[in-house]
């Protein structure tokens, strides 16, 4: 008997350290720090598409001459234009769009925005979507 108590105690002592640590690898990260930094552009052959990523991601892209801007001028002019490499080209490309009534609405949230961005037009180059999420990731401006 006094040897099955033995055996209890070493798995006891050995097997739960082993427990414990295999739970803590198994434990949700924080992402701690984390800086996204996202680009992304593309055209269809019909001329609507979509950029995605945030401002910083384009600033400091490897490709000097990307960029996105979201404009508002005095006259009630809004824009979103993005020079953009896709992979593969050895020239920028041009994306823009004009924001419809609904997508107007979140403009001015735009053009302050520090995160994260979709933005998707039609064929007219008419901005039919707008997503903007801001979250800790994005904070090294």
């Known amino acids: 008997m006094k040897q099955h108590s033995s ?18 690898a198994l434990a949700p990260v924080a992402w701690g720090g984390l800086q996204s930094q996202t680009v992304f552009c593309q055209k269809n052959t019909d001329g609507s598409g979509h950029c995605f990523g945030n401002l910083v991601g384009f600033r400091q892209d490897a490709v000097t001459t990307s960029s996105a ?8 002019g809004r824009l979103f ?20 009534a609904v997508v107007g609405e979140l403009w ?20 039919k979507y707008l997503r903007l999420v801001n979250g800790s990731q994005n904070t090294n401006f």
């Open 69 to 76: 801007s979201f404009r508002d001028d005095m006259v009630g």
């Open 108 to 127: 001015e949230q735009a053009l302050s925005t520090r995160g994260f961005f979709r933005v998707e037009w039609d064929a007219t180059g008419t901005c």
């Open 7 to 24: 055996s209890r105690s070493l798995v006891r002592k050995g097997l739960f350290p082993g427990i414990a640590l295999a739970a803590l």
């Open 81 to 100: 234009q993005s020079y953009f490499t896709p992979a593969g080209a050895t020239t920028h490309t041009i994306y823009s769009c004009i924001p419809d």
